[in-house]
């Protein structure tokens, strides 16, 4: 009777606990997600996407965490952003955050007003007269409290009451958060001004470094994929073509003066060039951040200026060796030396000379030295006599 008892309470058991799990998964879900930097293709793109994934979820809400001080979209595009968040069948949060560092300016402002609730973090910003702030919450979690009763949002919530701590709500809710693919994030990363604009100079001047020193390649695909990139920041910021061809022009000018061995007109004109396209290089107002400028402009300085003619001096330069080199060095007799004859060192022929009282046979060991203009004092590696000029010095 007693083990029919515990097989039943067994059942029971198990029966309930696919019942816990249907009322755990019962719980409003709420998606999260982060916009951040310039509005870009790449960020409208994830935006969007995350409206119709919130809407097919069936989401309680979709909360955006926007921290954007300008947007580069077309206006086709924005409008597009704009009428599916004021359309969207969920509704949709955005909390400017974080604390004291997040802002909206520009005509991202725009999309706050067709938001269902907007959250500001103290010490956050927005570029308005009248932003239509609905809910100021320090953190993101405050404002998912926040938000319950508000336009078209329920968001169940309890009361939290830990003994010596002040009494607080907590959300009863999935919070799902979701991030651009990876490759989104770089194409984002590089859509700035100053990545952009670095990626294409490190590009060109890395395609000038394989041209100079005829290398087998690898500066040349490094150059291929920075200009890719670079490429695709350019592309989608309101990048002037007249500044891109000005630092195309400017690394031509460099690449002539380093044929030539020594910075001189070219030079300068390329250092003008670079001036003129670092700063004519985007339109609508947007231009490189000097901290941007200022470190491309000393790198390319450095590299232009010593590192690549270092690199071409040592690709392309005879190797050299000085008068007291020579000194101690060990070759061959060619010929007999008695006292005069030829030497190989190296792999090179050179006429010797040696002491009269020890000739050298042919294809016998020496060592030099010392040299005489163009000669070389030689000896036999082994058992070599002081020279007589040596013996008739005084002793003192």
């Not at 949709?92 to 004291?100: D, E, F, H, L, S």
């Not at 004859?341 to 060592?367: F, H, K, M, Y």
Request: net charge neutral.
């Amino acid at each position: 009777m007693r083990k029919l008892a515990a097989g039943f309470a067994c059942f029971c058991v198990l029966l309930l606990v696919p019942g816990s799990a249907d009322a755990q998964s019962s719980r409003p879900v709420v998606n999260v997600i982060q916009i951040g930097g310039l509005l870009d293709r790449v960020q409208a793109d994830f935006w969007l996407h995350a409206i119709d994934d919130a809407e097919a979820l069936g989401a309680a809400a979709l909360i955006v965490q926007l921290d954007s001080s300008r947007s580069v979209l077309s206006s086709t595009r924005f409008a597009e952003l704009s009428g599916s968040i004021r359309n969207a069948k969920t509704p949709v949060g955005i909390w400017v955050g974080p604390a004291r560092s997040g802002h909206v300016g520009g005509d991202v402002v725009k999309l706050l007003q067709t938001a269902d609730v907007v959250g500001l973090a103290p010490g956050a910003s927005i570029d308005a007269t009248k932003p239509g702030v609905d809910v100021r919450s320090p953190t993101l979690g405050d404002f998912l409290v926040d938000l319950d009763g508000k336009a078209r949002i329920s968001i169940p919530t309890k009361v939290i009451r830990n003994k010596g701590e002040t009494p607080h709500r907590e959300p009863l809710v999935d919070v799902r958060f979701a991030k651009p693919s990876l490759t989104a994030r770089t194409v984002h990363g590089v859509t700035s001004p100053g990545p952009a604009y670095a990626l294409l100079m490190a590009g060109l001047l890395l395609a000038v470094l394989e041209f100079a020193t005829a290398g087998i390649g690898l500066a040349a695909g490094t150059a291929a994929i920075l200009l890719l990139l670079g490429a695709l920041g350019l592309g989608g910021l309101p990048t002037n073509p007249f500044g891109v061809v000005a630092l195309v022009f400017a690394v031509f000018g460099f690449s002539v003066d380093l044929q030539a061995g020594a910075p001189r007109f070219w030079t300068a004109i390329g250092t003008g060039a670079m001036v003129l396209g670092t700063f004519t290089l985007f339109s609508d107002g947007m231009h490189v951040p000097l901290i941007w400028v200022v470190a491309v402009f000393g790198l390319t300085a450095a590299f232009v200026l010593a590192g690549l003619p270092s690199l071409i001096r040592a690709r392309f330069s005879s190797p050299t060796i000085g008068r007291e080199g020579f000194v101690g060095e060990v070759g061959a007799a060619v010929g007999t030396l008695h006292p005069e004859g030829l030497v190989s060192i190296r792999g090179a022929t050179w006429r010797a000379r040696t002491n009269r009282a020890t000739p050298v046979e042919d294809g016998a060991a020496i060592r030099v030295i010392g040299i005489d203009g163009l000669v070389l004092d030689v000896e036999p590696e082994e058992g070599g006599a002081k020279d007589y000029r040596e013996h008739s010095k005084p002793s003192t």
